[in-house]
């Protein structure tokens, strides 16, 4: 067992109440900034070898099935186009969540709300619209990483990005906006932490609990590898807009080699009550672990005493052996139609979410991550259920589902109320454009095994084309408050270019789901109160102008073209160098012209832009 050093207890540097969203002006999406670390691949601590492995290595999971039609998943329900690369940048980031009446994705630098039915009820809008008069870094920047959450115990949103106002030095911040009500174009108390004085907060992640706001991130001070960290936001006081505290641990001097973890994200009941949230990270061997494994933190954060909170590794599982080294740490690695250019598989790290459940006698995790399943470069999808009941947490199923010579890959998986596991991917080959595909199983059938076939959300029918092979950086498949309908968001190419990519919604339902497989938690959570508390710092009046984006797009060339609208620091794979330095998370590219309403070498995705 190993702890983290002592935490770091830090307060809001501000906070407000919003006006009602549906009364801020959208801010235009605009172009990013450039970004001059282009295809820098920055590895998590130990996590890049060179070694592309055992040549005869084959997933002992595999799943073959050399006829998926003679099982048909259920067609999506609902299937509507999300947001598209309005402010011309790469990767997309998907990722969005669901609440009774609302779907609400933010795709990097611009978020959406829509009906359940598809409808564009706001935006697109620059992410900093949500700050807008907050004043600061939050209002002033739009630098991506973005995540959407439903507080379900509360029936709230919850959205965050990060903030990177003097990149590359610091400080470093993270926005968080919680809205006063089940309404996300209402109002919003929006925060600003200051999350260090030096070291960059990438890829944040976040998982709702009943007693915080849980974030995990991949740290970088400068160009080098700063450690893994993880935060616990003051949930409570931000559902009343209070000022509110943050719980940091840097988790650098416990093992540097930590990385790609996520936090547990909640889904129908809560857990037993003071229950840590748990954090996950995988780990090949080749990272230096053995055997290959999955590693499970207790984050327990004690807000009447935080500097008691603790951070302390639970449990080491073994898994069945895998191998993470996908085209030996190159992004250029997942075949395309039409083209020699491939795409990146992020095998360094486990995808977005890991969604916790409470059934009364067990408790359940689910998580996924890509992997190579025959010494080919074949991406598959290995997933997992992890069941607790009561004396601590074990693999129940594991398996890798790979059906076919088609590279699946991109994945997020999610449980339903009865017990079935939906997963939802990117699917490619040298045959085919990139796809956006689900899969399931039932509660009851055979352990380790997708059983229902696979689905379609839409065929792409273009290729990604941009030098930089970025894609992802990761999608969401979010459950429905109705406890069954699976809702997933991904990317994909309606026509070949360097980056003109778009993002579909889309939900299903698996059979049987409706009936409990156990008997459900009896606690009932209370959500808190919606009374508005008035802002802690006077609004200021934004100071962004809107600029829309070009509807001109740039081919790639040798030469650097200054970008030709209000710079946006990016967050992922850079392009040209230009003057100004940006945060390695985003590329910016060409935006498309129609915005449309409604490793194995990890790296630390964010941004490129592309001149």
Known sequence: MQESTGPQVVSSSQNDLSQPLSAIPPISPEQARPDPDLNELRPLGARITGDAGPKDFVDPLFQEDSDLSLVNIAAPIQNFEGVNNVNGVLPPDTNGDVGPNHYMQWVNLSFAIYSKTGALLYGPAAGNTLWSGFGGACQTTNDGDPIVQYDHLADRWMVSQFALPNYPSGPFYQCIAVSQTGDPTGAWYRYQFQISATKLNDYPHFGVWPDGYYMSINQFAGNSWGGAGAVAFERDKMLQGLPAQMVYFDLYGVDPNLGGMLPADLDGPAPAAGSPNIFAQMDDNAYGYSPDQLQLWNFHVDWANPSASTF???????????????????????????????????????????????????????????????????????????????????????????????????????????????????????????????????????????????????????????????????????????????????????????????????????PGCGSSPTPTATNTPVPPTNTPVPPTNTPVPPTNTPVPPTNTPVPPTNTPVPPTNTPVPPTNTPVPPTNTPVPPTNTPVPPTNTPVPPTNTPVPPTNTPVP
């Open 312 to 510: 302390t590794q639970a449990k080491v599982l073994p898994t069945a052996a895998f191998d993470a080294n996908m085209c030996s740490g190159s992004r250029n690695c997942i075949q395309q139609q039409g083209t020699t250019r491939r795409l990146d598989a992020i095998a360094d790290r486990l995808m977005y979410r890991l969604q916790y459940r409470n059934f009364g006698s067990y408790q359940t995790l689910v998580l996924n991550h890509t992997v190579d399943v025959n010494s080919t470069d074949r991406a598959g999808l290995r997933w997992y259920e992890l069941r607790d009941s009561g004396s601590g947490w074990n693999i129940y199923q594991q398996g890798t589902f790979s059906p076919d010579a088609t590279r699946r890959w991109m994945g997020s998986v999610a449980m339903d109320s009865s017990g079935n596991i939906g997963m939802g991917y990117s699917a490619s080959s040298s045959t085919m454009y990139p796809a956006i595909r689900y899969t399931g199983r039932l509660a009851g059938d055979a352990l380790g095994q997708m059983t229902q076939g696979e689905g379609t959300i839409i065929n792409g029918t273009g290729a990604q084309t941009h030098t930089a092979s970025r894609w992802g950086d990761y999608s969401s498949l979010s459950v429905d408050p109705d406890g069954c309908t699976f809702w997933f968001t991904s990317e994909y190419v309606q026509t070949t270019g360097t980056s003109p990519w778009r993002t579909r919604i889309g939900s299903f339902v698996l």
